[in-house]
């Protein structure tokens, strides 16, 4: 197949009409927001990356700066840089913030402690001093079957590399999690308070993929970019005049101590690839296609298509409302 | 098929039954199916028939051996074992 009819294919994700999409979305928050959900603004969880910034500013458009309220909530294990970007993103979007530590109350809960327990009896000499991440290897590296890894750092710069042992990982993710749901906790204490709805900022790749907790980020009354795929929140970013640093920022989970990127810990690809591809199950299109646009041989996009399709069958539980019995 | 391959797909059949979604009928999967393009282990899946092989059979799996050839179906893992196994 020649270059040229592949992209056509893929013109409505490549060729994204950004200032349209702007006008689509505000009206859809307004109606939303006002009459549907009848709130008086939003509440938005805002992190200092591109997603939470692009609601943030898409809430300021459509219901006004004054209607939102960004809720800002580091912890022991943020990046440095996570507090500064969100407060460049609320400055950015005029909007109001709270800042919320959530470090005493991922305390109270016992996530560090837990995490601490987990991993000290996987890697020897390990102390709350350290830090750690987990891995998922690349799809395009290999044929290998993708094992989860712990890598943890010690003070003196030691690396431990180690595969996790299934409960290992389950119990660590479980812990961390804690994270999410305490954030989302204090997002609907705000909007409670206020009477506004909270938006959540999941965009396609993360909604559709599972890349999210359940009852935690996954937990919105709206999700007003969950519909775009990455490049095309990347659009809405600049014609939205979103900060340099912002935009440049790689998306990151910004949730283990060791620094660590979506794409390390979930997608296992870049994340422009996983748009093709994901454009490419969703529309019907074939391996050949995405390869044609993308550099890669049909064989890899093969492996993402199949690695798209077993993420669904996962996030199927994610998605889930709590099921009922429905009497005969 | 010998006696031993047979006592070890019995193991690896309950294995899957006790562990994953197929509502105890560990019959519901058939010897030559990708478990994985199946949807009966996902990734953390994987993670649990690794260390259910390490444990069960005391080996270690090298970085090498994770290859769908030695653990995407049950004949796949039971031929792994046959060569990692003394008789």
């Known amino acids: 197949m020649s270059g040229e009819p592949a992209a056509g294919a893929f013109a409505e994700l490549l060729e994204f009409d950004a200032e349209r999409a702007l006008e689509e979305i505000t009206s859809w928050l307004r109606r939303t927001i006002a009459h549907t959900l009848r709130r008086k603004g939003v509440v938005v969880g805002v992190s200092g990356g591109v997603d939470s910034s692009v609601v943030a500013a898409l809430g300021a458009r459509a219901l006004g700066a004054e209607h939102v309220l960004a809720v800002l909530s580091p912890e022991a294990d943020s990046a440095p840089e996570t507090l500064e970007l969100s407060r460049l993103a609320v400055a950015a979007s005029g909007i109001r913030a709270v800042e919320e530590d959530l470090t005493p109350?991922?305390?109270?809960?016992?996530?560090?402690?837990?995490?601490?327990?987990?991993?000290?009896?996987?890697?020897?000499?390990?102390?709350?001093?350290?830090?750690?991440?987990?891995?998922?290897?690349?799809?395009?590296?290999?044929?290998?079957?993708?094992?989860?890894?712990?890598?943890?750092?010690?003070?003196?710069?030691?690396?431990?590399?180690?595969?996790?042992?299934?409960?290992?990982?389950?119990?660590?993710?479980?812990?961390?999690?804690?994270?999410?749901?305490?954030?989302?906790?204090?997002?609907?204490?705000?909007?409670?308070?206020?009477?506004?709805?909270?938006?959540?900022?999941?965009?396609r790749l993360e909604y559709d993929q599972g890349f999210f907790v359940k009852n935690g980020d996954g937990s919105a009354d709206a999700k007003p970019i969950a519909h775009l795929y990455k490049t095309q929140v990347y659009r809405l970013a600049d014609v939205l005049g979103l900060p340099e640093q912002i935009r440049a920022r790689v998306p990151t989970t910004d949730t283990y101590?060791?620094?660590?990127?979506?794409?390390?810990?979930?997608?296992?690809?870049?994340?422009?690839?996983?748009?093709?591809?994901?454009?490419?199950?969703?529309?019907?299109?074939?391996?050949?296609?995405?390869?044609?646009?993308?550099?890669?041989?049909?064989?890899d996009v093969e492996r993402v298509f199949a690695d798209i399709d077993a993420k669904r069958r996962a996030a199927a539980y994610l998605h889930a409302p709590p099921l009922l019995v429905e009497p005969a | 098929m010998n006696d031993q391959d047979s006592t070890r797909e019995a193991t690896l059949r309950s294995f899957f039954a006790e562990n994953f979604p197929l509502g105890g009928d560990a019959s519901a999967v058939g010897r030559d199916d990708s478990l994985l393009e199946a949807g009966i282990i996902d990734s953390t899946g994987v993670l649990e028939l690794i260390g259910f092989v390490e444990t069960t059979y005391d080996i270690v799996v090298p970085d090498e051996d994770l290859l769908p050839e030695n653990f995407d179906s049950i004949a796949n893992v039971l031929r792994y074992l046959e060569r990692r196994l003394p008789e």
């Open chain 1, 105 to 203: 109350v991922l305390d109270a809960l016992g996530c560090y402690r837990r995490r601490d327990e987990i991993v000290s009896e996987i890697v020897p000499g390990y102390t709350s001093e350290w830090k750690m991440k987990i891995v998922l290897p690349p799809i395009l590296a290999g044929t290998r079957l993708r094992l989860f890894t712990l890598v943890a750092r010690s003070p003196s710069g030691e690396e431990v590399t180690q595969r996790l042992p299934a409960d290992a990982y389950r119990a660590l993710v479980a812990a961390m999690n804690f994270k999410q749901r305490a954030r989302k906790t204090l997002e609907y204490y705000h909007a409670d308070r206020l009477g506004y709805a909270v938006a959540g900022t999941p965009n």
């Open chain 1, 257 to 299: 101590s060791l620094s660590q990127t979506q794409e390390e810990f979930y997608f296992s690809v870049p994340l422009r690839t996983l748009d093709l591809c994901l454009f490419a199950r969703d529309r019907g299109l074939g391996a050949g296609d995405v390869a044609a646009v993308s550099g890669l041989s049909a064989e």
